[in-house]
């Protein structure tokens, strides 16, 4: 039983077509590893929950009740929009896994699996809450972290991967004192709800593994996101595509859409078609796609996206 790699994920039905990828893509790349999967659902149908189960016969489901997440607010958090209440069920996950895994893995639903995780067994979290891995790789990026929610440490860790200690996890405490925090009226402005509330409930609980096992999709610059995969030397064994503009929306072509479409093929969502983001954007992403069309030699359709920034945020000001 001790080389079962135990994975979760959470999600409602917004996410789960992105699970089945991410899911695709650890089982095409471990075809030699003894995997389990874990993921727990909110607000989902039968039927998709059968597509979902179509994948592997080694994914357990496991339905989160209603009164699991109402003491969450949709609109606790105005400054992330693409995040939503469906997070929070990750603070629970290891009081329902106790009894059933000893450790495993937490798994945002966007990221995908390019190699190998079977190493991952070798890192030994007996003494900590969880294995974490750095929200960024620039100092004054964390130390702007640490000042907003007035830590001790200078290091401020992504939650989209945590390798789970499950006994101690709960020996701490961890998800009502992480609950304290969220649903402190004197909470409300926290950026990123539960992963702050988290850095600042396991400050110094935690161990820190290399950033292969979270690689943020946002490290790279544009060059880079269209070359990383051809480096397997360099590749890392996760990459988490991070921000509201996903690679699954049809905008968004590139390397990254591609790879998500190759593990998308031997998914029951194989003949789904991408979504638009034009519902979804914001104001800053006219300006993002603005620079971006610059770059690729599209001025008219640049000037275009700016123009709109431009009308959007006087409107905003205003």
Not at 96 to 125: E, W
Not at 213 to 235: G, I, P
Not at 293 to 316: A, C, E
Request: with cysteine.
């Amino acid at each position: 039983m001790n080389n079962i790699i135990n994975i979760a994920y959470c999600t409602d039905s917004n996410y789960l077509e992105h699970v089945g990828v991410s899911i695709s893509s650890i089982v095409h790349n471990n075809l030699n590893n003894n995997i389990h999967f874990h993921v727990f659902l909110y607000d989902v149908s039968q039927e998709e929950q059968q597509k979902l189960q179509q994948l592997s016969s080694s994914i357990t489901l496991y339905s989160i009740p209603v009164e699991e997440l109402t003491k969450y607010s949709d609109t606790q958090n105005n400054k992330v929009k693409h995040i939503n209440r469906s997070m929070y069920i990750r603070l629970s996950v290891p009081r329902l896994l106790n009894g059933i895994v000893d450790k495993f893995i937490y798994l945002d639903a966007d990221t995908l699996c390019f190699a190998d995780i079977s190493s991952i067994l070798d890192i030994n979290i007996d003494s900590v809450i969880c294995a974490v891995t750095p929200d960024s790789l620039d100092k004054q990026n964390m130390l702007k972290n640490q000042e907003r929610l007035q830590l001790n440490s200078t290091k401020y860790f992504n939650s989209g991967l945590l390798y789970i200690n499950v006994h101690k996890w709960i020996e701490f405490d961890t998800e009502n004192k992480v609950n304290q925090i969220l649903l402190s009226s004197e909470n409300k402005n926290l950026v990123y709800p539960d992963q702050d509330a988290l850095n600042i409930v396991l400050e110094n609980q935690v161990l820190w593994i290399d950033p292969k096992w979270n690689y943020l999709f946002t490290w790279m610059n544009d060059k880079q996101k269209e070359t990383f995969f051809y480096d397997k030397a360099s590749l890392p064994c996760i990459i988490h595509f991070t921000g509201a503009r996903k690679m699954w929306y049809q905008e968004h072509t590139g390397l990254a859409q591609n790879l998500y479409n190759f593990y998308k093929h031997f998914t029951p969502w194989a003949n789904t078609p991408l979504k638009s983001y034009k519902h979804k954007m914001r104001v800053n992403d006219y300006r993002i796609y603005a620079k971006s069309f610059f770059k690729k030699g599209q001025f008219f359709t640049s000037l275009k996206y700016f123009l709109t920034y431009i009308k959007l945020k006087i409107v905003k000001n205003n």
